[in-house]
């Protein structure tokens, strides 16, 4: 068997494109095969599709970009260039669909969790509320109209679902933590937030954000 059917044979395995050239879609879904059924990652060769200072990304991104830690920004617009390369060879865009959380917005969404609905942590548990989290969705032009696939169809729930998995599984090495590595409720693959050694905040970073607004 040559290399390109070797490759297309891999690409088979982890459902991607059969189209035989191991780019960074397939050492994507490589990585996160080998991470489902190993519980590691092996580090992926990387390719950036466009320098991350250079880029101009869509509106919500922008915006919601703009709420996070400036210190924080580069290694988010680093991880956005990349993610959106992968969603691209999908024939979809990855979207920030939430930054920067306040305390009480965040209090409002764990009152909703502690009357049956979404999982939400209270206020100063979330990175949301430091400036340093983002939520992301899978969107694709579908008859002319931007569809947001999280939140249609199963078909495209699950669609949108493989999309996060191929770019969590590229999120370490790109200085982020990945909510969908989270197990139980806590799982949550929109969720990237800048890589803290910790997956939740402490007192001395709730004490820092108080004192000085970032825990960078
Ligand atoms: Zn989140």
């Known amino acids: 068997m040559n290399v390109p059917d070797l490759i297309r044979l ?20 490589i990585a996160a095969a080998l991470q489902a059924r190993h519980g590691d990652i092996p580090p992926p060769p990387m390719a950036v599709p466009m320098t991350s200072a250079e880029a101009r990304f869509d509106e919500s ?9 400036p210190k924080a920004i ?16 999908f024939g979809c865009d990855y979207r920030m669909v939430s930054g920067y959380r306040t305390w009480d917005e965040q209090d409002e969404l764990y009152k909703i969790c502690c009357n049956g609905g979404a999982h939400a942590v209270p206020a100063g548990w979330s990175w949301h509320n430091f400036k340093i989290s983002g939520d992301f969705g899978v969107f694709q032009i579908i008859a002319g109209k931007s569809i947001y696939l999280d939140g249609d169809t199963p078909q495209r729930q699950a669609q949108a679902q493989h999309i996060h998995e191929i770019i969590g599984a590229q999120a370490k090495s790109l200085g982020m933590e990945w909510g969908g590595s989270w197990t139980g409720r806590s799982c949550d693959p929109p969720h990237f937030q800048f890589f803290m050694g910790r997956s939740s905040p402490n007192d001395t970073d709730r004490a820092n954000f108080q004192r000085k607004g970032s825990v960078l």
Do not use: M, N, S, Y
Not at 76 to 84: G, L, P, S
């Open 10 to 29: 891999c690409q088979g395995e982890v459902g991607v494109d059969r189209d035989g050239i191991p780019g960074l879609v397939t050492w994507g879904a």
């Open 61 to 69: 991104t922008e915006t919601l970009l703009a709420t996070l830690d």
């Open 74 to 89: 580069p290694a988010f617009r680093h991880f956005i260039c990349v993610a959106k390369g992968i969603a691209a060879q």
